[in-house]
């Protein structure tokens, strides 16, 4: 059996059975399997996650200024505490690189890892360098959660959605996939050629692909209003969604004509393929959060972006995520979602 068998997210529950113990230690409050790992420490709490940006995988490295880069490396992983409500803190940053990397491009590098670490409050405090085949960015970072009167983290979690909560997402959606694409084009691409007159838009999308905004603030307004179920999306809507849905042992319904799509994706490309990427593109960096209603209007009210309500989670033996055209009906999914190990024809962005 090889690695694509099973595919990411069945390669990490087998990991998660041959840490047996350890994965449930005493101090440790959300192990393996959330957007990143919650443990207590002397009346408080510690979020740690890690993320690793692959050359030719997770970027293209002929188009991708290493100063956009940086940014990104970081972003994603604050992104991943704010999925917690959590407060980004410190991070480790490690480089693997070949040995004809020009040094320019390193110093471009930690100028956008400068600039993420300064906008979202973090502390940039080592890491390490490595030679490798392959240009590699390896971001670890540690965050902040208060604890309740119990000493019990308060953070969202996957496994935390109950029937009837609504599901909302903060931002828009697809932007991220599309400006992808549009990074790649070439010059048989007949919508991006069309829309060349429309450049505006292409730049949009393009900068929703190099520098992702993490939803920081966010994720602390929707833990102050009392919601305790999120999840960033970094695979795709429907992805992501159905990890909530197997965690917290429950279904889902979207509805299409509820998805803030990305205005920029709407103006370059088909609905089919605008569509397609809201809910498979991945990339996007927004919060999808599982609440009641009063507590997602709550945190709507005090959000720095827009918050739209897209669905609700509901009863569901098969545990499902699913699409909803404008009359009720069941949609066929579009394909995607991202998983690293299964062979899928397209690079994640």
């Known amino acids: 059996m090889k690695a694509s068998d099973l595919g990411e997210f069945g390669l990490i529950a087998r990991l998660t059975e041959a840490l047996g113990s350890q994965a449930r230690a005493g101090r440790l409050a959300v192990g393996i399997g959330d957007d990143a790992a919650v443990w207590r420490s002397d009346g408080s709490a510690v979020i740690a996650t890690t993320d690793t940006l692959v050359a030719g995988v997770h970027f293209l490295p002929e188009r991708t200024p290493r100063r956009d880069l940086g940014w990104k490396a970081l972003a994603v992983n604050v992104s991943d505490v704010a999925a917690m409500g959590g407060v980004p803190d410190f991070a480790l940053v490690t480089l693997a690189l070949p040995e004809e990397t020009p040094v320019s491009q390193i110093d471009e590098l930690y100028e956008g890892l400068s600039e993420a670490a300064e906008a979202y409050g973090v502390v940039i405090a080592g890491g390490d360098v490595v030679r490798s085949p392959t240009e590699m960015v390896s971001v670890t970072l540690t965050g902040r959660a208060e604890v309740d009167a119990a000493g019990e983290p308060l953070v969202m979690r996957r496994d935390a959605a109950r029937e009837g909560d609504l599901l909302a997402v903060t931002g828009c959606l ?94 370059l490309y088909e609905a089919e393929d605008a569509l397609r990427y809201a809910v498979a593109g991945g990339e996007d960096y927004e919060l999808l959060l599982a609440g009641s209603r009063e507590s997602i209007d709550e945190a709507a009210r005090q959000s720095d972006v827009p918050l739209t309500v897209i669905g609700e989670m509901v009863a569901d033996p098969e545990r499902r995520a699913r699409l909803l055209d404008a009359s009720g009906r069941e949609m066929a999914l579009p394909s995607g979602g991202w998983d690293h190990l299964r062979p899928s024809g397209r690079e994640r962005g």
Do not use: N
């Not at 790649?184 to 949009?204: F, N, T």
């Not at 009392?226 to 795709?236: E, F, H, T």
């Not at 299409?256 to 990305?262: M, T, Y």
């Open 174 to 267: 697809g932007g991220a996939g599309g400006g992808l694409r549009a990074l790649r084009a070439a010059p048989e691409d007949e919508a991006l050629r069309e829309a060349a007159a429309d450049s505006k838009a292409v730049r949009a999308l393009i900068e929703r692909h190099l520098r992702p905004q993490a939803r920081a603030q966010a994720g602390r307004a929707a833990l102050s209003a009392g919601i305790r179920c999120a999840i960033d999306v970094s695979d795709g809507l429907l992805q992501d969604l159905g990890h909530v849905c197997r965690a917290s042992g429950l279904g889902a319904t979207i509805q299409r004509d509820k998805l803030p799509i990305d205005p920029a994706l709407t103006q």
